[in-house]
């Protein structure tokens, strides 16, 4: 079973949560935020379950997502590298 996002979805408030924060906390912006955590998590859900990214050059292309290149690639993402071995 596939998880879907709602607005119950403590991820998304946590990440929006943070997002104000970050921002310092400005008034009347709750929805930006929110949206903004809502995108960001879809992403990182899609990353993570092998479909293809949004708007990345495999957009529209369901390929699997090898577990040990997918590691990998979010390990250089943590580190902050810019470039990554090839998958291939």
Do not use: C, F
Not at 24 to 40: C, I, V
Not at 41 to 58: A, K, L, T
Not at 73 to 86: K, N, V
């Amino acid at each position: 079973m596939e998880h879907t996002l709602g607005p119950d979805d403590p991820r998304i408030r946590e990440r929006a949560y943070r997002l104000w924060e970050q921002e310092g906390r400005p008034e009347h912006r709750h929805l930006d935020h929110w949206a903004q955590a809502a995108r960001e998590i879809e992403e990182e859900d899609r990353r993570n379950s092998g479909g293809p990214r949004v708007n990345g050059p495999d957009a529209g292309l369901a390929t699997p997502d090898d577990p040990a290149a997918r590691n990998q690639r979010e390990a250089a993402e943590h580190l902050g590298q810019s470039t990554l071995p090839s998958d291939k």
